[in-house]
């Protein structure tokens, strides 16, 4: 049986996908393949955690779950479009948007105190952050431009803000007593668990995670963010910030590291706001308004205390008072510091290096900005991508080269996978990671609040990614960069892996090398000036920046990207372009009807998922519409259908509109197959006929506001309504 599982996801991929799905399933279905819908989104997902509280009716599935089992199976066929790794405001959003379409779910309790409080928290937190990708993404990743859209890209170059040599622009970083300072790592030696244990100076011992699996070769690391000095490095900062007269900014990722990047973004709150929180503080606390929620949360907060008026006058004053903070909506008055999920730091750091340097000030004008990213581990690369542009201008879409990435990612690779195993230290003492027999196999000292984490890297994974990286070599000719700093614990350890597993490959002939992070990317982005490709070899942190980074500065979005991540257990995961779901196009579609989502990353994984589907089933039918849909992509690209940015042009609907024509054409043109050559001659005449009539019915309705029925949880009827308002594109797919 051929089967592709297509992900139901959040936002404007989920949006788009009203419109792409019918599109897939029809063509597909020619191949005796057949296209299933999970939903993964965060509505559904929470549902899924809450069986005992819907009707028959309402019940929903664990898709995810399912999925992740899938995932380990080799007949595992994935399409992943991105979704929402929700911050708690967005959580608790969520809850209320399907509260009122009349699901029973209870509150999310800030401060859990009863068992049933700490059930449903429990509950919540398993669908809070990101917390789909590390349950699929059973393999590394192997994320690049395409060289049909590198070809578009450079014929089609999107704007690039010029850069200036007095830029006031610049990254800083703490450096040390943060993560990458404080890192000690070790390679397990054999399969069992470890425990991980704080010992207060006091006498007294509290187990912070009874059990860890660990396999036999896998690489553990801990490490900690030493609070004290964070504070008087933000401080520090935001008096600098004022002082050069630029932006205040942070850059993390409160989604992904969703336990440790909070807390740092609600120290970067109260550093900013110190005589707020040290009046009332205790007032904030009593009522459930926590930092680490952000800005936005404790304002909507205040009303209901008795001197919320006060605490809010006082927050005004702050920001009056304090550096100049970075808008996300300037018209709006959010700041960077509202919401933790607003600034990402992988999709932030590439718009603003794209925006000569700039964020946007509270005046609605770009500004330069102090970039702080408090971790050392990879702040560098940002820091030398700035000098670079500083030295040597902005970069040119029309001629430079490209760098892809093979990225350590599997089984929850890295800090990524560590938020479980992240700990604020309960007192001051020591945290140990203890093995089976009671031995220290890693321990810090601590002071009370302290930040500290414990990763896991399995030694298959680790092999796995070597090969990849070695077969992408062979496969492009490129240089491949392991980008490891053997100054830091974790890297030099995998610095010794690597240099043992490329022994068991033929490398003669490839150019392999192994630079720290901030070495790696100078010769990257030297060799991309010259128009030269470099591959780049990374843990699973540097993956995801990477992928932002030099897709947005190459192709203007990570949205155009290939995305493939060959399981480990031979299945495939296909994810749409690299970058996130876009929430402002979900607004503008429902402000006036159109949607800018760019659904080539779609385009890209469903050609790879049919390939892979091909190769494993053994399917001439799916191979050819792989095939076809690669060539007709080529064309889409070439008559340039990617949807614009305003109304009045085709948007989303009408480029999946064309892409089903070139489809069509290619079906009907192909001899490998004449029946189904034959079904696809009517299709493509019928699309091909009716192009001016579809392109009107698809146009027609945009410049109006229009009702999907919800955001987190659209419906169904009206969103397909919005989503596919030409009747005749209708019929001509109802008709094949
Ligand atoms: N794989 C996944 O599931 C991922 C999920 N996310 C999640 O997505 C959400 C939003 O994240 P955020 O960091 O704001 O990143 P987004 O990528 O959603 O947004 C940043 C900008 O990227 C551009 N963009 C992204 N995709 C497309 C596309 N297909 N077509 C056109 N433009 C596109 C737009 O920029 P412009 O205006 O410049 O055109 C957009 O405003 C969060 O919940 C985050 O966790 C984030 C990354 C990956
Ligand atoms: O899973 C997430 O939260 C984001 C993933 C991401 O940004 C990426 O993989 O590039
Ligand atoms: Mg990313």
């Given at each position: 049986m051929s089967k592709i599982i297509y992900t139901l996801t959040d936002e404007a991929p989920r949006l788009a996908t009203y419109s792409f799905l019918p599109i897939i399933e029809a063509y597909a279905a020619k191949a005796g393949v057949d296209v299933e819908t999970r939903d993964i989104s965060l509505a559904g997902r929470i549902l899924a955690q809450f069986p005992d509280r819907l009707t028959a009716e309402q019940f929903t599935p664990d898709a995810l779950a399912e999925l992740g089992e899938l995932a380990e199976e080799p007949e595992g066929n994935i399409i992943k479009l991105p979704n929402i790794s929700a911050s708690v405001p967005q959580l608790k959003a969520a809850i209320a948007e399907l509260r009122s379409q009349g699901f029973d779910l209870p509150d999310y309790p800030d401060e859990p105190s009863t068992d049933d409080e700490k059930d449903v928290r429990a509950r919540y937190d398993r669908v809070k952050?990101?917390?789909v990708n590390p349950v699929l993404r059973q393999g590394n990743s192997d994320r690049r431009a395409p060289a049909s859209v590198k070809a578009y890209a450079k014929k089609h170059p999107h704007r690039m803000g010029a850069w200036s040599s007095d830029s006031k622009t610049e990254v800083v970083t703490m450096g040390v007593d943060d993560f990458r300072s404080s890192e000690k790592s070790t390679i397990v030696p054999s399969d069992g668990t470890v425990s991980i244990e704080f010992f207060g100076d006091d006498g007294t011992h509290t187990v912070l995670r009874p059990s860890v699996a660990v396999k036999e070769g896998e690489v553990i690391d801990a490490t900690a963010m030493r609070v004290g000095p964070l504070r008087e490095f933000l401080k520090a900062q935001m008096a600098a910030a004022q002082e050069k007269g630029v932006l205040f900014s942070v850059h993390l990722k409160a989604t992904m590291m969703k336990v440790s990047d909070p807390i740092i973004f609600g120290h970067v709150i109260r550093a900013y706001f110190d005589d707020v929180f040290e009046k009332y503080g205790a007032d904030l606390a009593a009522a459930g308004l926590n930092p680490n929620d952000g800005l936005g949360a404790i304002l909507s907060g205040l009303d209901a205390l008795p001197n919320g008026a006060e605490i809010r006058a006082a927050f005004d004053e702050g920001l009056k008072t304090g550096p100049e903070l970075a808008m996300v909506d300037s018209d709006k008055g959010?700041?960077?510091?509202?919401?933790?999920?607003?600034?990402i730091v992988d999709a932030s750091m590439p718009a603003m290096i794209r925006t000569s340097g700039h964020m946007w000030g509270a005046d609605g004008q770009e500004h330069d900005t102090l970039a702080v990213?408090?971790?050392?581990s990879y702040a560098g690369i940002y820091q030398a991508t700035i000098a670079d542009c500083k030295a040597n201008g902005a970069f040119d879409p029309t001629t430079m080269g490209t760098v892809p990435n093979v990225g350590l990612m599997a089984q929850a690779a890295e800090e990524y996978g560590s938020h479980d195993k992240t700990f604020q230290a309960p007192g001051t003492g020591e945290i140990r990671v203890l093995a089976a027999d009671g031995s220290t196999l890693l321990e810090h000292q601590v002071q009370t609040g302290d930040i500290w984490r414990m990763c896991q890297t399995k030694d298959a994974a680790i092999r796995d990614w070597v090969k990849l990286a070695v077969t992408r070599a062979r496969a492009t000719g490129a240089p491949a960069v392991f980008w490891l700093d053997e100054t830091r614990a974790h890297d030099a350890t995998l610095i010794g892996l690597v240099k043992q597993y490329l022994g068991d490959y033929d490398t003669d002939g490839l150019t392999l090398e192994i630079l720290s992070p901030v070495e790696a990317i100078e010769y990257s982005l030297e060799r991309i000036r010259r128009g030269e490709d470099t591959i780049s070899v990374t843990g699973n942190v540097l993956r995801d920046y990477l992928t932002d980074l030099f897709p947005i500065m190459e192709l203007g979005t990570s949205a155009k990207m290939l995305s493939i991540v060959p399981l480990l257990n031979g299945g495939g995961l296909f994810e749409t372009g690299a970058g996130g779901s876009a929430p402002k196009h979900v607004q503008q579609l429902v402000n006036e009807d159109y949607l800018r989502w760019d659904s080539l990353g779609e385009f890209l994984a469903l050609a790879a998922s049919f390939e892979h589907l091909a190769v494993s089933t053994d399917n001439a039918r799916a191979q050819i519409l792989a095939d076809t849909l690669d060539r007709a992509t080529a064309t889409f690209l070439d008559e340039n259908k990617s949807p614009s940015r305003s109304v009045g042009s085709i948007d989303n609907r009408g480029s999946h509109y064309y892409l089903a024509l070139y489809w069509a054409q290619e079906l009907a043109a192909q001899s490998a197959d004449s029946s189904l050559a034959a079904d696809f001659a009517s299709l493509a005449a019928a699309l091909s006929d009716g192009e001016e009539t579809i392109t009107a019915e698809l146009i027609a309705p945009q410049g109006h506001p229009v009702d999907?029925?919800?955001?987190?949880?659209?419906?169904d009827a009206k969103a397909s309504a919005v989503m596919r308002p030409s009747a005749t594109l209708n019929e001509a797919l109802a008709a094949l």
């Open positions: 952050g990101s917390a959010i700041t960077n510091l509202h919401v933790p999920s607003d600034v990213i408090p971790d050392s999907i029925g919800g955001y987190y949880r659209p419906d």
